[in-house]
T-cell receptor
Framework: KNQVEQSPQSLIILEGKNCTLQ??????????LRWYKQDTGRGPVSLTI?????NTKSNGRYTATLDADTKQSSLHITASQLSDSASYIC?????????????FGKGTSLLVTP | EAQVTQNPRYLITVTGKKLTVTCSQN?????MSWYRQDPGLGLRQIYY???????DKGDVPEGYKVSRKEKRNFPLILESPSPNQTSLYFC??????????????FGPGTRLTVL
């Protein structure tokens, strides 16, 4: 079972509207949590990086939040633009005997329409 | 321009024919990594390298080899490709490993089809 679950799987919103993407995790403890944006056919681009002790991190119109009690992270997109259409991926870094493990969510596909 | 480059971008090959996908970065990064991305499975790490001559297995290393003889290059080698290795492959790099706050930069991807 995947230890990082993202929801919704896909989302369609109108240009200019706000939206929130969810990332629920069961892995614990973890070192950091990252959100990536991946345009179709291109490599992921880093949006935010948070340690387990941080609650929020912003990058322009993107704001990530972290609630360690509920084991949830959210990515809030403000005033969406057509260029926000992409897949958004949540990743948690955890330790393991042989080093570390990257726990990837399967992503949320966002479509922003005019 | 700071970037991660991969070659080839697209490749169609046949089962058993050895191939190499090259990855190069010009940012003097110590850490480099290979991922594969499949529909419904998301990104999965194949191998990573913390520095020159240091490589480690990720989650799905079977059927792949890597080498890190120079800091800037991290080739992915498929000695005997099989159809289940048909996938979209990404190389990535960062100044240090993922425990740090450093941003990880991804290459443009290589779409591999094994017939």
């Amino acid at each position: 079972k995947n230890q990082v679950e993202q929801s919704p799987q896909s989302l369609i919103i109108l240009e200019g509207k706000n939206c929130t993407l969810q990332c629920n995790y069961t892995v614990s403890p973890f070192s950091n949590l990252r959100w990536y944006k991946q345009d179709t056919g291109r490599g992921p681009v880093s949006l935010t990086i948070m340690t387990f002790s941080e609650n929020t991190k912003s990058n322009g119109r993107y704001t990530a939040t972290l609630d360690a009690d509920t084991k949830q992270s959210s990515l809030h997109i403000t005033a969406s633009q057509l260029s926000d259409s992409a897949s958004y991926i949540c990743v948690l870094l955890t330790g393991r005997d042989s080093g570390y493990a990257l726990n990837f969510g399967k992503g949320t596909s966002l479509l922003v329409t005019p | 321009e700071a970037q991660v480059t991969q070659n080839p971008r697209y490749l169609i090959t046949v089962t058993g024919k050895k191939l190499t996908v090259t990855c190069s970065q010009n940012m003097n990064h110590e850490y480099m990594s290979w991922y594969r991305q499949d529909p419904g499975l998301g990104l999965r790490q194949i191998y990573y390298s913390m520095n020159v001559e240091v490589t480690d297995k990720g989650d799905v290393p079977e059927g792949y080899k890597v080498s890190r003889k120079e800091k800037r290059n991290f080739p992915l080698i498929l000695e005997s490709p099989s159809p289940n290795q048909t996938s979209l492959y990404f190389c990535a790099s960062s100044f240090t490993g993922p425990y740090s706050y450093n941003e990880q930069f991804f290459g443009p991807g290589t779409r591999l089809t094994v017939l």
